[in-house]
């Protein structure tokens, strides 16, 4: 997800994060199996990448198994580095033996999908690694979570700089992936000294930032535009100009032969909109199935806005599915989203 309501550059934690307990599972055990949050972005696949080659490099067995198949955009990543994901036709979703289980830009097994029950099956040590702000005590074996960490590649950077373990140029290919992804390319509040300290780093050792950017945002099909043009052309401001709101219906996006699979590009065009404060993106995966992407430019938090349609996320990023007609979901949330800036603003 982007634009994560992580603390402003600069904060400083009172205490570094305690790392001994990750460092010793990663030395001690043999067997590891790498997963994180359904639909994973770059900075979960940079984490995972990144961390199978710190593992490699200590002679390990280790599986990417993650809930969903990799989205095209990441394809790339798979070159280098065996990506897999829940099998549906195998009983255990072909994940195999592991002594630890460790999550990825993600703190809560539930959010691996049909990994969780798997997970707790083996009844093997749960390890996680992620930099969201916990709601509440993490309930696992080993755990290193640091919210002050721009993204969750930099952990197993930091990981593997204190093993004293050099990355193949893949795995610093991703921890850069991990690094743009979650600060959307060094513009996020979440770019700190130790964002621009690494991305140094890396370019340092061989990464080449327009090389990345070309293969990660510059091979959409040429429908993806004609879906852009199909989203923007349905614009309408709600709440004195405050909200926007867009859809992409199914039949629509047929007619005009347009793909919309990527939503991001739309809600920075509408997120640019200096009186716009939220964006509610709505499209339509499957007939009756409506997905909704909200942001929030920080002043309202979307987070709690999706939670009361079974979603959630972020203060500024959160998603929800909800069943039903595209008209009867747009007019039950655009009323909640009105409902809550009117009242915010009283
Ligand atoms: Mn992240």
């Known amino acids: 997800m982007h634009q994560l309501d992580h603390?402003?550059?600069?904060?400083?934690?009172?205490t570094e994060p305690d790392d001994s307990a990750i460092l010793r599972c990663l030395r001690e055990r043999d067997r590891f199996l790498l997963t994180g949050h359904v639909r994973a972005d770059g900075d979960c696949l940079g984490a995972q990448v990144a961390l199978y080659h710190l593992l490699k490099a200590l002679g390990k067995k280790v599986n990417i198994i993650n809930p969903d198949p990799i989205a095209d955009r990441y394809q790339f990543m798979t070159k280098d580095t065996p990506i897999g994901h829940w099998d549906t036709t195998k009983s255990d979703g072909g994940v195999g033996a592991f002594d630890v289980a460790c999550l990825l830009d993600c703190a809560i097994l539930e959010r691996t999908g049909p990994m969780a029950d798997r997970i707790r099956r083996e009844k093997a040590t749960i390890c996680v690694v992620d930099h969201h702000q916990p709601s509440g005590a993490v309930p696992f074996d080993?755990?290193?979570?640091?919210?002050t960490a721009p993204a969750s590649g930099v952990l197993v950077y930091r990981l593997a700089k204190k093993l004293g373990i050099e990355l193949p140029r893949c795995a610093l290919d991703a921890v850069f992936i991990s690094l743009t992804t979650d600060t959307g390319w060094f513009k996020y509040s979440n770019t700190d000294r130790e964002t621009?300290?690494?991305?140094?780093?890396?370019v340092g050792a061989g990464v080449q930032p327009a090389a990345i950017f070309e293969k990660l945002y510059q091979q959409f099909p040429p429908e993806y535009p004609i879906g852009i043009g199909a989203a923007l052309g349905t614009l309408r401001y709600e709440a004195n100009g405050r909200l926007a709101v867009v859809m992409v219906r199914r039949e629509e996006l047929r007619k005009l032969n347009a793909?919309?699979?990527?939503?991001?590009?739309?809600?920075d065009i509408l997120r640019s909109v200096s009186r716009v404060d939220v964006v509610l993106l709505f499209r339509e995966p499957q007939l009756g199935r409506i997905k909704?992407?909200?942001?929030?430019?920080?002043?309202?938090?979307?987070n709690a806005l999706m939670k009361n349609f079974g979603g959630g996320g972020h203060m500024k990023a959160a998603g929800a599915d909800l069943e039903g007609s595209?008209?009867?979901?747009?007019?039950r949330v655009v009323k909640a989203a009105v409902h809550t800036i009117n009242a915010a603003s009283k």
């Open 7 to 14: 603390p402003r550059a600069g904060d400083a934690l009172t």
């Open 142 to 147: 080993v755990e290193w979570i640091d919210p």
């Open 196 to 202: 621009l300290q690494s991305a140094a780093d890396l």
């Open 259 to 267: 793909d919309l699979a990527e939503t991001d590009d739309v809600l």
């Open 292 to 302: 909704c992407s909200a942001r929030s430019k920080g002043s309202l938090d979307v």
């Open 326 to 331: 595209m008209d009867a979901v747009v007019d």
